[in-house]
């Protein structure tokens, strides 16, 4: 990347996921995303494998990834060719996560999730 990129927590658009699931990119390069998810409280993401890394930092909240609460600070990291159960968040969660994009898997239209 040739420049500098900051988003302020207001810039950007939120998109729909999943019953009570958000999601908003942040950056995507390389072939990878950066995205922030908010997953309201009792919403779930069904289980899902990885063929690709995905890492997780959870920011505020709680989630339970195959039966670990991870709390604000705590990092998940789902390696190539893993795949865990289903995501949940019984009392809400905010956390982010880099993926390698896979063009049928997660992803969404760029230029209008980041534009201010």
Same mark, same amino acid.
């Given at each position: 990347?040739?420049?500098?990129?900051?988003?302020?927590?207001?810039?950007?658009?939120?998109?729909?996921?999943?019953?009570?699931?958000?999601?908003?990119?942040?950056?995507?390069?390389?072939?990878?995303?950066?995205?922030?998810?908010?997953?309201?409280?009792?919403?779930?993401?069904?289980?899902?494998?990885?063929?690709?890394?995905?890492?997780?930092? &959870?920011?505020?909240?709680?989630?339970?990834?195959?039966? &670990?609460?991870?709390?604000?600070?705590?990092?998940?990291?789902?390696?190539?060719?893993?795949?865990?159960?289903?995501?949940?968040?019984?009392?809400?969660?905010?956390?982010?996560?880099?993926?390698? &994009?896979?063009?049928?898997?997660?992803?969404?239209?760029?230029?209008?999730?980041?534009?201010?």
């Amino acid at each position: 990347m040739d420049t500098l990129l900051t988003l302020n927590l207001d810039q950007g658009e939120w998109h729909t996921w999943g019953p009570g699931v958000e999601g908003k990119l942040l950056a995507e390069e390389n072939g990878a995303e950066s995205c922030l998810i908010w997953m309201q409280p009792g919403a779930s993401w069904p289980s899902h494998p990885h063929p690709a890394e995905e890492e997780t930092l &959870v920011i505020q909240g709680e989630l339970i990834a195959d039966g &670990v609460v991870l709390k604000a600070g705590d990092f998940h990291l789902a390696q190539a060719g893993s795949a865990h159960g289903e995501l949940l968040a019984p009392h809400g969660a905010l956390f982010f996560i880099r993926y390698a &994009v896979s063009r049928d898997h997660y992803h969404f239209d760029a230029v209008s999730a980041i534009a201010p």
